[in-house]
């Protein structure tokens, strides 16, 4: 027993100093681990028990103990010390690492598990959405979205397309449920909006007036479209649009410093001509051509963001500066031509968000479709009522009809029938090509060019700007409005500045460019007017008519 406890009397030593640690380190504690030490403590008790009843009990004397029982003692005390630090503070355990310790990355699923956690997500995302229709008191869901959960889901793809078919029913609900319907005829030339509320839909049916089109101030008088011409400050943020932005450059395009502006006319064509290079970066070089680029999406954005804010400003105004109603409010159409392809379509939806429009308030309308849903409302057909008089009708159901749409740079061709009461058959696919207005004035520019000379038309455009854009005016108005008569003679204003330039170019005046040129007999001048027969003026159509026409025929000849 002498030898033991010579062994043992250290190990009691170190244990008593160990728990005294201990002690000293539960009374650190906060009152709420009173339980946790109180247990610890027994354990400390129940261990010094043990330890001297393992001692007694490997007591020999005949064979004294070589070795004192000092590893089992050392392996409970960190077990105390470890159980201790887990409850109270896990910074008292070791942070020495095991040897030959290696981080293991953590594996990823098996793809089955992916699978199946892809399919319960769906699933819940279907059912919240369901559950969310559901609340709002709109019309039921068509039948195949409304008997989602009676059917077993087991394709993916199937769950995904009921998927974007509820989401698409929910869109629709909330457009129908908006109090405006603004609609914005974005032209190559011209454009404008138009919008009519809810209640005045609902309550006045067929009521026109009820439709508010604002006018837009011009020289000549009132417009119900507006050039589709924008200007920019040198620094790109917009500055007017219209008839505003046509008359600043026409006051300012002389001043030097003006040449840092950005103006913009005829533009859209660039979504149909440069189609297949489109993106969100496409840049787009400005009406003068002297070097000043924007992002396309910016000019068509700041178009579109125009007529939002003149159409809340306009109903801000009639009710006393009042927020009478907010953009989240309206439900927004913008027209698109039928031959546009899908990349010009989502570049016009993603123009329409960059203005402050959302996707789910915004609704493309394809051109010669909402001519066509106009032409059902007027009256074309006289029918015999019951009582035997006589009544102007509209379309009846089967009748058939070319829509045939020729805006400023694009041309529509389509063939509709009539199905129901607001529903129609395409019969024929859309067609058509650039054959618009502005083909006119290109055979035009082609004119001025053999005429005038290149290097001349160049200079007159660089260095007399609001000259050239008077004279471009002018031609506009005698494009849709000269006689047809073919001995008429069409008059145009050659501004004195153009023959100045002409003359420092050729040393000869232009009247004498004329008379040996191949439209000596055609053309005239008198003073500052040039003269040209009705048969010239006629030819600048010539593209435009004969596309037309070839489409026509091919049209009527798929259709024998």
């Not at 910074?91 to 892809?118: E, F, G, S």
């Not at 016009?348 to 203005?355: E, N």
């Not at 694009?410 to 650039?434: F, M, P, R, S, Y």
Request: proline letters at 4%; aromatic letters at 10%; one cysteine or more.
């Amino acid at each position: 027993m002498r030898q033991l406890k010579h062994y043992t009397k250290p190990l009691e030593l170190k244990l008593q100093s160990a728990c005294n640690q201990i002690k000293r380190d539960i009374k650190r504690l906060e009152k709420g681990y009173d339980t946790v030490i109180k247990e610890l403590e027994k354990k400390v008790d129940e261990f010094k028990t043990t330890l001297h009843q393992e001692l007694e009990t490997s007591a020999e004397p005949s064979r004294p103990s070589t070795a004192p029982p000092a590893p089992r003692v050392k392996l409970k005390l960190k077990y105390i010390i470890g159980l201790i630090a887990i409850r109270s503070d896990k910074n008292l355990l070791p942070k020495r690492q095991p040897k030959h310790h290696r981080k293991i990355r953590k594996q990823p699923p098996p793809l089955d598990n992916q699978v199946k956690r892809q399919k319960h997500l769906t699933k819940q995302r279907l059912l919240n959405l369901r559950k969310a229709f559901q609340k709002t008191e709109s019309p039921p869901l068509r039948s195949r979205s409304a008997d989602l959960s009676k059917r077993n889901r087991t394709s993916a793809s199937e769950a995904k397309q009921d998927g974007a078919n509820i989401v698409k029913d929910i869109e629709v609900e909330q457009k129908k449920n908006k109090l405006l319907v603004a609609a914005i005829d974005f032209g190559t030339t011209y454009s404008g909006y138009a919008c009519l509320t809810k209640d005045d839909f609902e309550n006045d049916k067929g009521d026109n007036s009820k439709i508010h089109c604002p006018h837009w101030e011009r020289e000549a008088g009132l417009s119900y479209k507006a050039p589709t011409s924008v200007l920019f400050r040198p620094n790109k943020t917009f500055h007017s649009f219209g008839f505003e932005a046509e008359k600043y450059y026409h006051e300012n395009s002389d001043n030097i410093d003006f040449k840092e502006w950005y103006f913009y006319k005829h533009f859209k064509m660039k979504l149909y001509t440069d189609k297949d290079e489109l993106t969100q970066d496409t840049i787009i070089e400005d009406s003068r051509e002297a070097g000043n680029r924007m992002k396309a999406v910016d000019v068509f954005a700041a178009v579109i963001k125009y007529f939002k804010d003149h159409l809340l400003k306009h109903f801000k105004d009639r009710h006393d500066d009042k927020e009478y109603l907010n953009n989240n409010d309206i439900h927004w159409v913008i027209t698109v031509p039928a031959i546009w392809d899908l990349k010009a379509k989502q570049f016009m939806k993603d123009a329409a968000l960059k203005a402050g429009i959302s996707g789910d308030q915004l609704t493309l309308a394809l051109e010669p479709e909402a001519a066509s849903l106009y032409c059902r409302k007027v009256p074309v057909s006289v029918e015999t009522t019951k009582d035997g008089g006589k009544a102007i009708a509209a379309m009846q159901n089967g009748s058939q009809y070319i829509v045939f749409d020729q805006g400023g740079g694009t041309t529509d061709i389509t063939v509709h029938e009539v199905t129901g009461q607001n529903t129609l058959k395409e019969i024929h696919q859309a067609c058509g090509g650039h054959y618009g207005g502005t083909t006119v004035n290109a055979e035009f520019y082609k004119f001025l060019t053999t005429l005038l000379s290149g290097p001349v038309i160049k200079e007159i455009r660089d260095k007399h700007p609001s000259e050239y854009f008077d004279f471009m005016t002018a031609f506009e108005h005698k494009k849709t409005s000269f006689s047809v008569d073919e001995k008429s003679m069409i008059t145009l204003r050659i501004p004195v500045v153009w023959m100045e330039v002409f003359k420092d170019n050729t040393d000869e005046t232009l009247e004498e460019a004329i008379l040996d040129s191949a439209y000596n007999g055609k053309v005239t001048m008198q003073k500052d007017k040039l003269r040209m027969k009705y048969e010239l003026f006629r030819k600048f159509f010539d593209y435009s008519i004969n596309n037309v026409l070839r489409v026509f025929e091919e049209l009527f000849k798929n259709q024998r």
